[in-house]
């Protein structure tokens, strides 16, 4: 169990792999969800990935034990993936790295997040709505979450996904919207 606070710091050249192996660690929960073990199954995120977007890590005791993913995209930040290490989860280091995402996105001056995830798990959906995030407007789908989404179409049952955001004020989206 951690019990230190964690620190919140960027991405170090080389932590990749170690990035690769917290996302299959968290995605081992999926495995007692019927329906979901394709996700288990899956590939973890590709290296390159963590060279396109920017990542921050949680880190408590000296090992990496959580991190974000993301990349401006239409007007927002994009969380591409967040994860956290089982026998770390439920200590809010999920919801620390989503609040660092949200002073990224400001001090980038970006409308604010978006995301996409699956419906129902807890640590999905429910999670992230209790963070603040909504059902994003079709309308506000910009081109760029468009083409995520329709890769993920190539391989995901896009019925039980759902795509969030969480606007920097009420009212406010992406500035380019089809």
């Known amino acids: 169990m951690i019990h230190r606070s964690p620190m919140l710091r960027p991405l170090r050249q080389g932590e990749a792999e170690?990035?690769?192996?917290?996302?299959?660690?968290?995605?081992?929960?999926?495995?007692?969800?019927?329906?979901?073990?394709?996700?288990v199954a899956a590939p973890a995120i590709a290296a390159e990935r963590f060279l396109v977007g920017e990542t921050l890590?949680?880190?408590?005791g000296g090992s990496a034990v959580g991190y974000v993913?993301?990349?401006?995209?239409?007007?927002l930040l994009y969380v591409a993936n967040?994860?956290?290490?089982?026998?770390?989860?439920?200590l809010g280091l999920g919801a620390a790295l989503i609040e660092a995402a949200r002073g990224r996105s400001r001090a980038l001056r970006l409308g604010g997040l978006m995301l996409t995830t699956?419906?129902?798990?807890?640590?999905?959906?429910?999670?992230f709505r209790r963070l603040g995030f909504s059902p994003m407007p079709p309308e506000r789908i910009g081109p760029g979450l468009a083409a995520i989404l329709d890769r993920h179409a190539s391989f995901l049952d896009m019925s039980r996904r759902e795509t969030l955001?969480?606007?920097?004020?009420?009212?406010q989206g992406a500035g380019s919207a089809r």
């Open 57 to 60: 890590v949680a880190e408590a």
């Open 165 to 171: 955001w969480s606007p920097a004020r009420p009212g």
């Open 69 to 75: 993913l993301m990349q401006p995209l239409d007007g």
């Open 118 to 127: 699956f419906r129902t798990p807890p640590w999905n959906g429910p999670w």
């Open 18 to 39: 170690a990035m690769r192996r917290i996302e299959t660690a968290a995605r081992g929960r999926y495995g007692s969800l019927a329906g979901f073990e394709g996700v």
């Open 82 to 90: 967040i994860a956290v290490l089982p026998e770390a989860s439920g």
